[in-house]
Each structure stands twice: as C-alpha cells, then as structure tokens.
C-alpha cells in the first residue's frame, strides 16, 4: 500500500497538470501563459514533498516494518530516487550557471559606446534593466541573454559585420525583451524542474511550450519598440540562411529559438501581430486560479493518504479511523 500510494500521487500531479495543459489551449497573453506553465512545472513538488515526508513519519512504523518486503523496498527506494533525481536536476542547473557565466567572461569583451548606447535607449523603452553588451570573436550567428544579477546581451562579431544598423537594433530589442521578461531567470528555474521532474512527460510539454512562446513574445516586444517588423524578420532570415550553410547550426539557436519553425516567426512578423500583454486583472485570475489548483492538488493528496493507509492504521489519519470504525 506504500507503493501505492507514491505511485498514486504521482498520478495525481500527472492528472492535474494535464488537464492544467489542456487549459493553456484556452489562454491568452504570454505573461499570463508562462505563469501557468510555471505552476504546471512546480506543481510534481507537491508529490516529492509527501513522498519524503510519508517516508519521515512512516520509517520505523510497525505498519511499514510489518509491510511485505517488495512493499517496504519500493515504498523507500521511491521517494528516495525521485529526492536524488531531484537533487540531481539542481546541481546540473547550478553547474550550467556557473560554467555559462566563466565562459562568457573569457571569451566575450565589452561592446563598442555607440552599441551599448543603442542598447540603454531601447532598454529604457522597454522598461527594462539596462543590460551589459558584449562581443565575442566569432564567425557564425550568435545572439543570447544571460545572467541572473547583472543582465547581459552577448552578440557574435558575425551579427555586427554581416546584419544593417536596423537588422542589428531589432535583434538587440529582441534579446533585451529577454531582459524584460526576466527569461534568464525563469528558462533557468523552468530548466531545474524540467530536470528535476524529468520523469514526467507534462513538465517536458510545459517546458517545451515555456520555451516556444518566449521566442514569440520577444518578437513582439521587439516590433512594438522598433515599429519595424520587417528588419527583424530580415535578420531572422540572416540568421537562419547562415545556419543552414554551417555544421554548427545550434550556434543560432539562441535568437531562433529551439525547435522554433523560423517560417512562422518571419510569418508572423510580416503580419505585424498587436502585442498581447494580457490584461492585469486577468492575470491575477491565473495566479489564484494556479495557487488554488495546488491547494486543491495538496487537499487530493491529503485524502489520497487517508484512503490507502488509514484502514490499515498507518498514517497521521489512523486515529480518526479507528475512532469512526
């Protein structure tokens, strides 16, 4: 029944976050979009957390010691390997971290004044944190946002030479959204549960949705501050010739986006869509709804435990069985 009842809780999370995902279909506004996504990822917690606390209060229990022996080994071995996939899933990400950020102070040097100017001028209309620019010697597309303290864009010197004064302004506009929305921070934090969960096919669909959407909502950012669809559209085109033609083209994945189908984002951008913020107060509905969606998830849990164990008077919820049977 210990089994059970961690394998039953996992299918709880999978359930709720399914149908969390089904939700999104009816969702609009990317900040509103990556709120629930993010609870979606958050939401496997719930299950870790019972599971350690179930083997705290459960270890040295005459109802878990008296358990069959598959029982008492799968009701241990369970919590125990998902707390060190999780374990695992935040070391990689601090170690991502730290690796991206020594690399980056190696090989890259601070952009020119008239770039860096360019750079503060559009931060400022996005209501951004102005962003450190660097360069780094390179011969192939780069273009990406990082850091978790102090924002920085880093470009390639292949972005400079080879993309117009306009080309160049929309894709600085572009990553600085990134800066904006605080990506860095949210990819990163996306990342960990990702790997943390990584068992679980809902936290790889909400990561990948996370990472598709940004890339859009960046681009309308970019649009709305440049008010020039076409010159981004003409360094995506660039960008994505250029890679084409080499044996790295993960280089450009950066500005492209993984797994992103550049066809509709220059589609898209020769639409000129309207931004969509989304509305405050419909945002606000999300989060409640999301935080209420865990609490709804802890209450499942909860009976979840009562249910399995209770009848065998195992659990905080033996007592009140005994007392109603």
């Excluded at 709720?16 to 089904?22: E, T």
């Excluded at 957390?49 to 799968?74: E, I, K, N, Q």
């Excluded at 860095?184 to 990702?194: D, G, H, S």
């Excluded at 709804?289 to 164990?309: F, P, S, W």
């Amino acid at each position: 029944m210990h089994t059970l009842l961690g394998l039953s809780s996992l299918l709880l999370v999978l359930l709720g976050s399914a149908l969390a995902l089904g939700l999104l279909r009816r969702l609009g506004g990317w900040a509103l979009r990556r709120d629930m996504q993010l609870v979606i990822l958050v939401a496997p917690i719930v299950s870790l957390t019972l599971g350690l606390g179930g083997l705290h209060h459960f270890v040295g229990r005459a109802c878990f010691m008296s358990a069959p022996t598959w029982d008492y080994t799968l009701g241990v071995a369970l919590p125990l390997t998902m707390g060190g996939i999780a374990l695992g899933g935040l070391a990689l990400g601090m170690i991502r971290l730290v690796l991206l950020a020594w690399v980056m102070a190696r090989r890259s040097v601070p952009a020119e004044p008239q770039l860096q100017a360019v750079a503060d001028a559009l931060a400022e209309r996005l209501g951004a944190a102005r962003p450190q620019v660097r360069l780094c010697s390179y011969d192939r597309p780069l273009a990406l946002t990082y850091g978790l303290w102090r924002p920085t864009v880093l470009l390639s010197t292949w972005m400079v030479r080879q993309l117009d004064r306009r080309e160049l302004e929309a894709v600085l506009a572009h990553e600085i959204g990134h800066v904006a929305r605080r990506d860095y921070f949210v990819i990163w934090l996306a990342t960990v549960l990702r790997d943390a969960f990584c068992y679980l096919p809902t936290s790889w669909a909400a990561y990948r949705q996370l990472q598709h959407e940004k890339e859009l909502a960046c681009d309308e950012l970019a649009v709305g501050v440049t008010r020039r669809p076409l010159a981004l559209a003409s360094a995506l085109t660039k960008v994505w010739q250029q890679a084409l033609e080499g044996p790295r083209i993960g280089t450009a994945l950066s500005l492209l986006g993984a797994g992103e189908a550049i066809e509709g984002r220059i589609t898209r951008l020769l639409d000129a869509p309207p931004a969509s913020p989304g509305a405050p107060r419909t945002r606000l509905f999300a989060l409640g709804a999301g935080v209420a969606g865990l609490a709804g998830l802890v209450a499942l849990q909860a009976v979840n435990v009562a249910v399995l164990l209770a009848p065998m008077g195992c659990g905080p919820a033996a007592p009140l069985w005994r007392v109603f049977v």
